[in-house]
């Protein structure tokens, strides 16, 4: 079992910047392989925002190119986002991700509101 716990959602104008995190803990943590971040706005089907594998390549949506950066500290089992220039389309509940290989199995959060004025 993982259990992911996030921070660092809020109401921010358009331009601006918020920074998330999200820490992983658990019997299972020494399994982790990707973490990432994916987020869901009304209406909407959730979608991908940006993943780190655990030896690989970062990717991310279009959508987020050149604005957002995501990075992990695996000796904190940690994983940030940074999101900067943001826009009103931005807003929606932003979920982190992680999977693990033994056994192979999704984690998900609880979910953190971000919301950007224009």
């Known amino acids: 079992q993982v259990q992911l716990v996030e921070s660092g959602g809020g109401l921010v104008q358009a331009g601006g910047s918020l920074r998330l995190s999200c820490e992983a803990s658990?019997?299972?943590?020494?399994?982790?392989?990707?973490m990432g971040w994916f987020r869901q706005a009304p209406g909407k089907q959730r979608e991908l925002v940006a993943v780190?594998?655990?030896?690989?390549?970062?990717n991310y949506a279009d959508s987020v190119k050149g604005r957002f950066t995501i990075s992990r500290d695996n000796a904190k089992n940690t994983v940030y986002l940074q999101m900067n220039s943001l826009k009103p389309e931005d807003t929606a509940v932003y979920y982190c991700?992680?999977?693990?290989?033994?056994?192979?199995?999704?984690?998900w959060g609880q979910g953190t509101q971000v919301t950007v004025s224009s």
């Open positions: 780190i594998p655990s030896g690989g390549n970062t």
């Open positions: 658990g019997r299972t943590i020494g399994s982790i392989n990707a």
């Open positions: 991700y992680t999977n693990t290989i033994l056994p192979p199995y999704n984690y």
